[in-house]
């Protein structure tokens, strides 16, 4: 096999930021325009845009399931589960519906055994996990 010489004359990187640049148009890559939401289809925008409310205005859960204070489920493992009673520690929750006071995780209705007034996991959730 003949003695190949493939990588010893590499480019800087200078040379090939250049090379790899010069293969895009970027001449209004980085305009900027106003224009109205109606015009807005299929453009991408320039800064991140933040609502002044947020809608819902409250806490819901976005899945059916148990709504906790995460921290109850802190430690709980596949080896350690942990059973939570219904009505004092976990409250049934539908999509959309306002989070109870005092919690702020819900547990996927799929991530649950329910027993006789009480649920058991084996996984524990975050605050805000919804």
């Known amino acids: ?8 004359k590499m480019k800087s990187l200078k040379e ?21 939401t109606t015009e ?5 925008t320039a800064k991140p845009i933040f609502a002044r409310f947020s809608s819902p205005n409250f806490h819901c859960a976005a899945m059916d399931g148990y709504a906790v204070n995460a921290e109850l489920t802190f430690g709980v493992t596949l080896d350690q589960p942990k059973e939570l ?13 306002p989070l109870p006071d005092d919690t702020n995780a819900v547990i996927m209705i799929e991530n ?3 027993k ?9 959730v975050y605050p805000w996990q919804n």
């Open 1 to 8: 096999m003949p003695n190949r010489r493939i990588y010893l």
């Open 16 to 36: 090939a930021q250049s090379i790899f640049f010069s293969a895009f148009n970027f001449t209004n890559f980085l305009k900027t325009e106003v224009i109205s």
């Open 40 to 44: 807005s289809l299929n453009r991408v």
């Open 85 to 97: 009673t219904i009505g004092k520690e976990v409250f049934a929750i539908n999509t959309g519906y």
């Open 112 to 114: 649950v055994v329910e």
């Open 116 to 124: 006789e007034g009480k649920i058991e996991i084996n996984k524990a």
